[in-house]
């Protein structure tokens, strides 16, 4: 049950509370007021309506709605299941669902104190309230809307969920029948590109620890001569020449150790003469290798230059470093298995489709199946209601119109279906014995609409576990004639689960078990919104006032009191 509305800096709404309690509320006032600005707050909070920086009162920077629901601990346990949610911090009998928008667009959405996203909030709510608002009379007209309102009172909408599932995977088989030649030349050709791409990788055969050092073994083979010469120059000064430095220097370093016990200072330089021709030692070693490599080798100096060619055209053909070429081609190699996996030969595809169009017949056969047998008892309960709303020789029915014949061929089959199945659905009416039958697309009066929309919310309530129901005028086009009936229906309705309803006919709010009354008010240079609760008088002359625009007159005063009975 919603418990409290709270509306703030929303549109005409500076600051206002709503509260409501079990029962059938009544919503009131005058054309303008902001009545229908209930209707969408909630459609806000239920995710029907898009909350945009527009709804934002002039002068505020955020718009904030805040919804408290109260429930029995038991169908908030059903609510957890139902929407998978853990519902953090919710009492043990009451959510709070709060919105709110800045002027940046920035939104925020609060379930329980913690901040969720929106869909998760909008899930919640669904399961706590059913908005009924005017654009339903239009909405009851298409037939999409007709079949998910069959499909709810015959509890078939798993099934139908299954319907739409094995659709969506036929037409996609179709879809890549048809246009499959395109799509697989397309897919062919990015194989053979990429195919291409990984034999250019592996013909190169990045080996980044080693191809890091190709300028240096390059710069080495192409100025061989220098090195040799200077290799050869140097071995000879260093060690292989009469007086080489290796020998002079090894000499000295045994003279001075001998000196070491009587100076301290040839101790030093023993040591020093000592690392000196150890050096001197390594560095015979380092020219004869590199005398031994020095060699000139043309084809190699080649082979080498035109593998560095080959790895720097890689890594600008790809954007990469010469260390990232063996992931780039691990990445192409995958890229291509999923190319060549989706990659079905004609035949394959075709029989997937044969496979999946006869699982989409059969199970759309059994959805059809269902539907009949629903569409009669909807039919009979509505009729059974609009009795009640005084159209006591009324028929209704529930016809299935085909969109595509039961053993049209598969293509043709998935061609003409669509997710809801190979039929829609069409509200007929019967007003009056003597005539003929209208669908309500086109044939129904406005008030006729408006008492099916009621007969047929009103059954399908039954189905839903939604313990709140919010009408947004639904006597719309209806005189006050009916009024009474309408009244009596919602309150009936009202004994099952809570009833609010904004309405413009006194017979409606008659039979309210409370009244709240919207009004527009100037104060200040600035327009705003308030609503009060009415009772006693206040509540009589409201009614008054909806009778004939002027509470003063005793006759519409005693009027009011009629209407409202033992409700004043």
Known sequence: MLGELHIRNFVLFEDAHLAFAEGLTVISGETGAGKSLVATALSILLGTTRFQT???REGADTATLVAAFRLPEKRLAALRRECDLELPGAEEDGILIERSISRSGRGRTVLCGLPVPAATAHAVAAGLLDIFAQNEHIRLRENS?????????????TLAGSVAGLHRVARELLDRLEGGAEERRRRLEESERLAYQIDAIDAVDPRPESDARLDDTISALEHADALREFCARALQGLYEADGAASAVVSSLAAEADKLRRWSTAMGATADALGAADSAIADAVRTLRDGLDAADADPAELERLADRRHALRELCRRHGCELADLPGVRETLSVRKAEIDGMDMDEDALLTAFAAAAEAFRTEAAALRAKRAQAAGRLAKAVEKHLVSLGMEHARFAVELVPAVADNAPARELVRGASARGTETADFRLLPNPGEAWSSLREGASGGETSRTLLAVSTVLSGAHRCGTLFFDEIDAGVGGRLGDMIGAR?????RERQVICITHLPQVA?????HLRVTKRVSGGRTRTEVTELSGTERVEEIASMIRGDASRSTTLQLAREILGDRQ
């Open 145 to 157: 809307c007709q079949l998910d309102m069959l499909d709810a009172w015959g509890k078939v909408t």
């Open 490 to 494: 919602l309150q009936d309705l009202a």
């Open 510 to 514: 008659g039979h309210g078990d409370r």
């Open 54 to 56: 527009d709804f934002i």
